[in-house]
């Protein structure tokens, strides 16, 4: 079994019956639109991880800036207007990392 989905070497009974369920379920309008490749598996949890590191890596940024920013004595409203501005925030995410930042410095 190891083999088959490591290489899709079909190389003993079990193995066969294993492709044949794997044939049924890609030859299947519905079902074979899920079906997906431990390769394609690995790709994608391993995207979503690059993903959430560089998401937790622009809110360390943007929380030095924040506190950079107060520390300068610019009003909330200035600060989320710099965020919108030049770190192309909405108004929603710019007032979110904000108090995200507020928080996390208390």
Known sequence: MVVYFNDGTVSRAFS???AT???EVKADAIRGGIYMTIEEYAALKSAYA????EEAG???ERIK???GLVALNMSRAQIIEFLKINMDLSEEQA???YDNA???HA
């Open 16 to 18: 066969q019956k294993l």
């Open 50 to 53: 690059r993903e959430q590191g």
């Open 58 to 60: 622009k809110e360390a």
């Open 65 to 67: 800036t924040i506190t």
């Open 102 to 104: 507020m928080a996390a």
């Open 95 to 97: 007032q979110a990392a």
């Open 21 to 23: 369920a794997v044939a």
